[in-house]
């Protein structure tokens, strides 16, 4: 049985407002901001949350030393794909892998470093 719920999950970054830009433009939804920080709000949930770290260093992939400890899955329709690759890079992501001959997914990073995937799935 389980003792707690997801509530968010909480990355950090040098610039908490920026990076939620990014996602927003990536997934939708509306940014809150506060002194705390920033969030992606979708409808009346919060999605992700964002967290001023000083001295952020980011994460590398692949790298044992400087390990990305997290990342996310994005999914959008196969065919959408090829699309979504250049919006994101045109928003500053930056591509760390093509996924090879798999043409299913791409690996990339945000503005901030952290890890992400677009995932193509067939609908």
């Known amino acids: 049985m389980a003792i707690a719920t997801l509530g968010v999950v909480v990355?950090?970054?040098?610039?908490?407002?920026?990076?939620?830009?990014?996602?927003a433009r990536v997934l939708g939804g509306e940014v809150i901001s506060d002194a705390d920080g920033s969030a992606l709000r979708q409808g009346d949930r919060m999605v992700l949350a964002f967290q001023y770290?000083?001295?952020y260093t980011a994460p590398e992939w692949?790298?044992?030393?400087r390990s990305q400890?997290?990342?996310?899955?994005?999914?959008?329709?196969?065919e959408e794909l090829d699309a979504a690759h250049e919006q994101?890079?045109?928003?500053?992501?930056k591509l760390l892998d093509d996924g090879g001959g798999d043409?299913?997914?791409?690996?990339?990073?945000?503005p901030a470093g952290h890890p992400f995937c677009l995932c193509g799935v067939r609908r």
């Not at 990355?11 to 996602?23: I, K, N, R």
């Not at 994101?88 to 992501?93: Q, T």
């Not at 043409?103 to 945000?110: E, G, N």
């Open 53 to 55: 770290s000083p001295g």
């Open 88 to 93: 994101v890079v045109g928003w500053g992501a």
């Open 11 to 23: 990355l950090d970054c040098p610039d908490p407002q920026a990076l939620a830009g990014f996602y």
């Open 69 to 78: 400890q997290i990342h996310l899955d994005l999914e959008l329709p196969l």
């Open 62 to 65: 692949p790298r044992a030393d």
């Open 103 to 110: 043409r299913s997914w791409r690996v990339f990073a945000d």
